[in-house]
C-alpha cells in the first residue's frame, strides 16, 4: 500500500481526523508544525500515578523492563529531578524507549 506520506495531507487528514489539513493560505511550515504536534500528542503515552507507584514499577508495567537509563529518560521526559518523588494522581508522559539502543527516540 501507499504511505500517507506518498498520498499528501489531504490522504493523512482522512486517514486520521486528528491530523489537521492545510487551510487556504496557511504557510506550509506552520501545516507541517501542527500536523507533527497532532501526531506527536497523539503517539506519546501519559500514566496516571496510582498509590503505590514507583517509577521503577511505572517503568516495569509500561516498559517490560527497569534500567538506570530507562529511569533517567522519564524523569527528562516529565521534568524531574529525583525519581522518587512522584505524586498520587501525577501525570508522566512516558517516552518512546528503545530496548536494542537502551535510549529514548525521537
Known amino acids: 500500500g501507499k504511505s500517507l506520506r506518498a498520498l499528501g495531507a489531504h490522504a493523512a487528514h482522512r486517514a486520521d481526523p486528528q491530523v489537521p489539513c492545510a487551510e487556504p493560505g496557511q504557510q506550509p511550515h506552520d501545516f507541517i508544525a501542527k500536523a507533527a504536534a497532532a501526531v506527536a500528542h497523539r503517539e506519546t ?39 522518587n ?13 528503545s530496548l536494542t539502543l537502551g535510549k529514548a527516540t525521537n
Open 45 to 83: 503515552p501519559v500514566y496516571e500515578v496510582q498509590s503505590g507507584d514507583s517509577l521503577a514499577g511505572i517503568a516495569l508495567k509500561n516498559y517490560k523492563r527497569v534500567s538506570p537509563r530507562l529511569i533517567d529518560e522519564i524523569c527528562k521526559a516529565n521534568g524531574l529531578t529525583n525519581a
Open 85 to 97: 518523588k512522584i505524586a498520587l494522581g501525577q501525570k508522566l508522559t512516558l517516552p518512546k524507549y
